[in-house]
């Protein structure tokens, strides 16, 4: 999955965000299972997911303002050394019969939130360990092992292991962190966002907004973020009853339901690893457009199909466009942010596309129980098709700005990059 190409930096960074993926696909899976052994009432086994799952809303913003003011490496270190002690104290508590649910969703919100300031801090890290050309093919890579590690090896042995021993996942997690949290440390150290910027720190709401409205004021990331944010409303709705559309609509036989999930897993890395080839001949910006015109396709025909294999095979090409577009949209970020605001900036996208994500599977979920999971796979098909139309006509090359009008040196101000086709 490595490349020596992209230096021995990437190949630390790959690995420890593999490590630590592998642990968290044994964790996830475990908690739910854990939490099935003390109440069988959906509620409180919701409000254990729900838990996970609040804190990049909460806090993902002031976790990009602490990725840009402390050194990334160290902050990623401490927060995974954080993480292992949090996951290894809740192996002993479920070794010995003292994990309640208070337990389960304390240490949800606790390893959520850490998780926040340690994306921010990845984000921001990856443009000094490559260079920029190489950054889509950087985060293809960074996806494509994470991927492997978590669906085709974490999540299936999670089980296992659960079944042979409760504490075991959570045990072997801790230890993903500790890991990880060494491959690290072992990254030659890199200057401060501080340090490069020489900018004085201000609050942390001033901050917060600095992040944002540089975002806000740059056309095509600000345009992204939203064509991302409308996305992921179709995404997070088909993904709420992709079981269901799956086993009644395509007829996948229960037995052979992993199979099918795994079509979207293996369409996903083949997806990352060519992200980089199609941002090399079509450059970033068209790629992006390319891709969401693919993804509309291959959505619109899995919804029209009736049977298990053209429905996988759909699946993963629409699951090979997400994870091209996330590959490309985090690589053109990281070339046109400045250094001091990579954290904030990458930050907030985040925040923007999450925003929709519990919009999209409740209205899923309602329409479905009053229509069927049908006209959910439509709807989203149709959502991707008007994402499309609007992704042609917002997201146009615009010529590269003269060097008379360009900004004097040292100018703060969002502007559009020299080359934003790229």
Known sequence: MTSSALGRDFRLLWSAAVCSRFGDALRTPALALLATTLTRDPRVIAAVTVAGQLPPLLFGLLGGVYADRWDRRRTMALVDGVRAAVVAALAVAVALDRAG????????LLLAALGTLFDAASFALL??????????????????????????????????????????????????????????????????????????????????????RWLRG???????????????????????????????????????YGLFAAAAILGGV???????????????????????????????????ARHPVPGGLALAVFAAGTVVW??????????????????????????????????????????????????VAGAAAGTFALVTLAAWRMLRPVAPVPPAAAPTSGATAARPAPRPSR
């Open 270 to 304: 083949a997806g990352a690893l060519g992200a980089g080839w199609l941002a090399a001949r079509l450059g970033t910006v068209p790629a992006l457009r390319a891709v969401l015109a693919g993804q509309t396709v291959a959505l619109t025909g899995f919804a029209l």
């Open 326 to 375: 996330n590959s490309l949209w985090a690589s053109y970020g990281q070339r046109h942010v400045p250094a001091g605001l990579l954290g904030r900036v990458g930050a907030a996208q985040r925040m923007v596309g999450l925003l929709t994500a519990p919009v999209g599977a409740a209205l899923a979920g309602l329409v479905a129980a009053a229509y069927g999971t049908v006209p």
């Open 218 to 256: 740059h056309r095509i990331m600000w345009r992204v973020t939203l064509l991302a944010a409308a996305s992921n409303l179709a995404i997070s709705g088909l993904i709420a009853v992709l079981v269901l559309y799956a086993l009644d609509v395509l007829r996948v036989p229960p037995s052979g």
């Open 101 to 108: 649910i208070a337990a389960l969703l304390v240490a949800a």
């Open 127 to 212: 443009p000094a360990l490559v260079p920029p050309a190489a950054l889509p093919r950087a985060n293809g890579r960074l996806q494509a092992g994470t991927a492997l590690a978590g669906g085709f090896l974490g999540a299936p042995a999670a089980g296992v292991l659960f079944a042979a021993a409760a504490a075991l996942p959570f045990a072997l997690d801790a230890v993903s962190f500790a890991v990880a949290a060494l491959l690290v440390l072992a990254l030659n150290p890199a200057p401060t966002a501080a340090a490069v910027t020489g900018a004085r720190r201000g609050s942390v709401w001033s901050e917060i907004a600095e992040g944002v």
